[in-house]
């Protein structure tokens, strides 16, 4: 590898960034919800959820706090928040991804997006891993 690209990679701010960049699905998700939450209810209602606001408001908190957690690592919680992330993203696959359940074309775009979270999934896991290393 040449030593400018090494010395990129193991610099601790580079590290940082990549966890930034992991997680803007997330924290940008918080943004919408935070200043468009009636339309962030209207999707909890569109999955079915039960008590809509309640769960705006928890998807809101856990995407936050599991963003921040991952970013900052701090108290070495990147991991936690990592797998908070991880948990969410999956379960977002049978509420509002079920491509399953639609008719093509629909079917392939949700199973596109399934795809997008499990890979998204995979770079969370390995986040966490390299946080728990050190």
């Known amino acids: 590898m040449p030593p ?3 010395t990129l990679l193991d610099h601790p701010a580079t590290f940082v960034v990549a966890r930034v960049i992991l997680t803007t699905l997330f924290w ?8 468009n939450f009636p339309a962030f209810v209207e999707a909890m209602k569109r999955v079915s959820l039960p008590f809509p606001k309640f ?17 900052t690592n ?5 991991w936690f928040g990592a797998g ?13 991804h079920a491509f399953w359940k639609f008719p093509q074309p ?21 986040a966490a891993i390299l946080l728990t290393k050190g």
């Open 106 to 126: 629909r079917r392939t775009q949700e199973l596109h997006f399934v795809l997008e979270h499990i890979t998204v999934v995979g770079g969370l896991l390995l």
């Open 84 to 96: 908070m992330l991880g948990v969410f993203t999956l379960l977002t696959i049978p509420y509002g």
């Open 28 to 35: 940008s998700e918080v943004i919408l919800g935070i200043t």
């Open 4 to 6: 400018l690209i090494s």
């Open 55 to 71: 769960f705006a408001v928890l998807t809101i908190l856990l995407q936050l706090v599991g963003s921040v957690l991952l970013i």
């Open 74 to 78: 701090v108290s070495g919680l990147g």
